[in-house]
């Protein structure tokens, strides 16, 4: 049977600080630049309460569950830190995995993915060229 963990996230100033108890011993305590860290923070410590057995991790804020994952999710969906390049690279990572596992995306080919033709060698250089409109009587 997995072993029960609270984490506790308690808000300070633009910190988080998270409290993980359970198990035999002291509860472990961190803390983090925004929930996002602090929850990152707060797996840390669980793996190290756990020292690799199985565990179920409650996060909770002000008491509540549901607190804690509006307030996780809302900065996850939100989240203002990230550079245009950064944004980039995890779109590019998305396309990526799209075109790698056809049935995960939308997309089969790198080629439909951003319009261009591979090449006999596989790279994407040569733009589709674009046909002209058919007249309709």
Do not use: C
Request: proline letters at 5%; zero cysteines.
């Amino acid at each position: 049977m997995a072993a029960t963990i609270t984490a506790t996230y308690t808000p300070d100033n633009d910190d988080w600080t998270v409290t993980v108890s359970g198990l035999e011993g002291e509860p472990l305590t961190g803390r983090a630049p925004g929930i996002i860290a602090a929850r990152d923070r707060a797996d840390q410590l669980v793996e190290k309460l756990a020292g690799g057995e199985k565990a179920t991790v409650v996060h909770l804020l002000n008491g509540s569950a549901f607190e804690f994952t509006h307030a996780y999710m809302s900065a996850r969906l939100t989240r203002s830190e990230e550079t245009p390049k950064e944004t980039a690279r995890e779109a590019k990572s998305e396309l990526q995995e799209a075109i790698d596992d056809p049935a995960a995306g939308v997309f089969t080919d790198i080629g439909e993915a951003i319009g261009t033709q591979r090449t006999e060698t596989g790279d994407a250089s040569e733009e589709l060229e674009a046909k002209p409109p058919v007249a309709r009587a």
